[in-house]
């Protein structure tokens, strides 16, 4: 017994083999199981997002054409900690601006520390399927599929429900709600004990108050939570900037 | 007597310990008055609304990540230089080493507030919420970490066996750097969505599990029976307990994402674990509590050993509850909920919390050479406070969770939830109160025992 009381001993067993082989069944052998399913980079979501005309696609063009000089200057914006360091010279709704956007928009989402009130994962039971979907336009539980891109990495599940959860929301609240709401929630949610974000908007030079360019970021991200889920497209969503 | 005590002072860098005890309690002070900040969020009545750097999301970033690094890596490093050479019989590494250390470690915390709060800059990572590119030079810093206190180990362990406590800091030094490294670089560069979910699940409870429970428990080997004057009751039980422990708790992380896309076999072995340490954990507070037995007289008068013994409850009820909310049946209700918070506060507060703090109240006068802290009255006030401060808020957390998780089901409006909780919510604040108070008198205590001018003696009491 003596032999099993040293540094050694205990270093090499309990630190290193016991925790290796924790680790194996832990994670290592689910993510070998997950290994099939494709890895999205940001710009693979923004071009599936585009080719499938999703309503994360038709709320960014509207976002951009609500607030042109927001989106202007979101085009400019560099910032090195999300990895969004590039100033993008065609400045219309394309698929490098929507990956820019949804990247700034993530970034911010986990800075602000949404994820701390605000879960992304609708689990199969406790009836969240018909809490957090919407009958007939989405109603599925989380699936190991929609979170394997670079968005959810680390994973934004989150641990604890304040307010409810986020990633069926593309089908639950239109642009203006979500505007309005991130400003001042109280606006639209009577008693909801959810802070405003005065920083993400601005005064633009008619005087009216609008999202800046990190709010535009943030409501693009936010309004991309669970879009893909929304089908079919309802008619009144799939218009684009092009007209 | 006083040749012993002069080879004592050789052997332990006072210094280290005094520094990293008084920052580890400063920034307890301060993630606990954030974390009441946030509560008052909840409350609907947060003070400062509409400031970008004092939102309420980027405190509560404060709150957890301060209190793993600013408050509990301060504390338990200051008590293992106080204990680590002393039960081995060797120094540490390196006393410039300690004091680098010592400098960076505030720096890292400081550098973290400042990222957060002001840069806007953290890591969705639940208790890693450093930015990444601070995350290489914490692991980093553990590595300088294991080669300060393993050096004595090692020391020691090439003279004959090791001490329980010696068993759990070998552990827990060979562990906290990989899992640092596994937390918070792997879902970030490797890893992404259940898979990343699965090593972040595993993260949480391995800081938890892997870091703060073997420093916790191996100062509990250590400072009962030196304060008791007594062995262990069993050695078979200590070893019991420990490689239980070792075995079953790195496995348990992916409870904390059950239900979730992770594949169920990860789930169901995660579930297994976990009440399976749940035996581990029993055995070693049976050991804890046959020790005491016959010598329960010091808690009338002992405020430290007190402390250590109300947290060691405290834990047993934290585990206790776990081996049934771990389960499948009992996450349908109560996952997302308020619950979870109890839980969490009741361990990290109320166990590990009180054990520091009763273990530096007990090194605290001794490192000044006096024999007691300064006022009798304020270690008794604080104690009561911080202890009943943490109960009201355990109880009050388990039965808003359940509203909470049974109004979810209900499949009433969201609005409903949070006006059923809100007076929970108010309670929790008070009680929140309650503990922060109770700190602010341990703290002046503290301050009153280092400044005092004459030498504080312990009173004689007939037992």
Redesign the interface.
Known sequence: MGKMERFSFVALVAGIIFFLFADFISWALPMFVLKDIKKKSVEDLAAEAIAKNTTAWSDFNKLARYYPESFKKLCEYTEAYSGASEVIKDCKPNEKTFAKALRIGHRWYIAEGCWNCHSQMVRPVSNETLRFGIPGVSNTVSYPSEFQNELQAPVLWGTKRVGPDLIREAAVHNIGWQVAHLYNPQSTSPGSNMPGYPWFFEKDKNGNIVPNERGLALLTYVMWLGSWEVKPPKPFRVETAEK | MAANNQELQNLVNYGLVKAHVAMGLIFFIIVALMGFLYSL????I?PF??I?FL????V??IHTAGAAYGFLVNMFTGLLYWAVPRFTGYKVLSDALGWFMFIALQAAVLITVVA?LF????????WGET?WWLDPIIVFWLLLHLLQF?AP??K??QR???YVT??YI??M???TP?VVF?GNLI??FW????????????F?HDLVG?YVTPVAWGLMYYFVPVIMKKPMWSHGLS?LG??GL??F???N??H??L?????M??QY??VF?TVAVEFAVTSVLINFMMTLRGSAEQLKYNVPLRYMYTGAIFYWITCFQCAFHVTLTF???I????W??GHAHLIMFGTFGLWVLGMAEYVWPRLFGKETMYSKGLSEGAYWLLMIGVLAMFFDLTAAGLV??FD????NP??DS??FSKPFWYFRSIAGIMMITGLFMYALNFYKTATAKAGLTAELREV
Do not use: C
């Open positions: 969020q909840l409350d609907g947060y609304p509409g970008e939102s309420p999301g980027r509560r970033m957060i840069l806007g800059m953290a890591d969705n990572v639940e930015p393993g180990l090692f020691a362990s004959g066996p090791l010696g068993w070998s552990a030094l060979v562990w990989l596994m879902p970030r890893a992404v969505g259940s898979g990343a979910g699965a090593v972040q699940s595993t949480i892997l070893l420990f490689w070792a075995f708790y790195p496995m992380g992916v904390h994402f239900w979730s896309p992770i594949p076999f990860a072995s995660a674990a996450q349908k209700v996952h997302f909920t308020d979870v918070t909470q998780g979810w089901i209900g499949l969201w609005i949070v006006n």
